[in-house]
């Protein structure tokens, strides 16, 4: 469709300036300033001034600094990676650390949409929040709802590393898991919780925990920053 088209110069920007992205998120300059436009040209065999506009691209976002006679140099990238499959909890405590801050722990009304998602649920759930916070800068927030009575012994047990870990100090097992990724611009609360703009795209994580006898035990809505935030996947044919 000619009216989707990009020209080729914009389309060599497009792609320099992702694939520069995906290096800085990877960690890849830290400790080293981002090669000059004449060495980006060369070893992405494109021309200067493509590099240069994927350069000042980058710097529009924040995440690069420029200064002159001096050089140009990635914001240190403080994102979390996290494995996918451990992000569903099955099989024990998984081996990650959300640096999770509890924000509130309160008994209320089970909210309606909560009510679809845990059909065990009655009147009231238990309703947790956290903030993920490592290195004291927010990468996160959840909202997570808990079928009562089975989940009593959440209230007042030792959080630990992740959502998992407060589970096992209650005595509470995941046997499966369900996630819906998506993402979503930032309204003015959420955003301002996570030290972003309004507006911001955020990775949004919708996520239903299983326990035991198979029946719905917690739902959580998850909203995080997605420039401080990654997951990673690996699996293979059997």
Do not use: C, K, W
């Given at each position: 469709?000619?009216?989707?088209?990009?020209?080729?110069?914009?389309?060599?920007?497009?792609?320099?300036?992702?694939?520069?992205?995906?290096?800085?998120?990877?960690?890849?300059?830290?400790?080293?300033?981002?090669?000059?436009?004449?060495?980006?040209?060369?070893?992405?065999?494109?021309?200067?001034?493509?590099?240069?506009?994927?350069?000042?691209?980058?710097?529009?976002?924040?995440?690069?600094?420029?200064?002159?006679?001096?050089?140009?140099?990635?914001?240190?990238?403080a994102g979390a990676t996290f494995d996918l499959l451990a992000?569903?909890?099955?099989?024990?405590?998984?081996?990650?650390?959300?640096?999770?801050?509890?924000?509130?722990?309160?008994?209320?009304?089970?909210?309606?949409?909560?009510?679809?998602?845990?059909?065990?649920?009655?009147?009231?759930?238990?309703?947790?929040?956290?903030?993920?916070?490592?290195?004291?800068?927010?990468?996160?927030?959840?909202?997570?709802?808990?079928?009562?009575?089975?989940?009593?012994?959440?209230?007042?047990?030792?959080?630990?590393?992740?959502?998992?870990?407060?589970?096992?100090?209650?005595?509470l097992t995941v046997s499966s898991s369900d996630f819906l990724?998506?993402?979503?611009?930032?309204?003015?609360?959420?955003?301002?919780?996570?030290?972003?703009?309004?507006?911001?795209?955020?990775?949004?994580?919708?996520?239903?925990?299983?326990?035991?006898?198979?029946?719905?035990?917690?739902?959580?809505?998850?909203?995080?920053?997605?420039?401080?935030?990654?997951?990673?996947?690996?699996e293979r044919a059997r």
């Amino acid at each position: 469709m000619q009216e989707l088209a990009d020209s080729r110069g914009n389309a060599d920007r497009r792609r320099l300036t992702t694939l520069l992205h995906s290096a800085i998120a990877q960690g890849h300059y830290l400790d080293t300033a981002i090669p000059t436009d004449i060495e980006l040209a060369r070893d992405y065999g494109t021309s200067r001034g493509v590099a240069r506009d994927a350069l000042n691209a980058l710097a529009d976002t924040g995440l690069l600094t420029r200064i002159r006679g001096v050089g140009t140099h990635a914001e240190e990238h403080a994102g979390a990676t996290f494995d996918l499959l451990a992000f569903h909890g099955i099989g024990g405590v998984p081996d990650m650390d959300t640096h999770p801050q509890a924000l509130s722990t309160a008994t209320v009304s089970t909210p309606a949409l909560v009510a679809t998602r845990l059909p065990q649920a009655g009147a009231q759930v238990l309703r947790i929040e956290f903030l993920s916070v490592p290195d004291g800068e927010p990468h996160g927030i959840s909202t997570s709802y808990f079928v009562l009575p089975q989940a009593a012994g959440l209230v007042g047990a030792e959080v630990g590393t992740n959502i998992y870990s407060l589970l096992a100090a209650a005595g509470l097992t995941v046997s499966s898991s369900d996630f819906l990724l998506g993402a979503f611009g930032a309204d003015e609360y959420t955003a301002r919780r996570l030290r972003v703009r309004p507006g911001d795209a955020l990775i949004s994580l919708e996520r239903t925990l299983f326990d035991e006898s198979g029946d719905a035990l917690a739902f959580t809505l998850i909203a995080l920053r997605g420039d401080r935030f990654q997951l990673v996947s690996h699996e293979r044919a059997r």
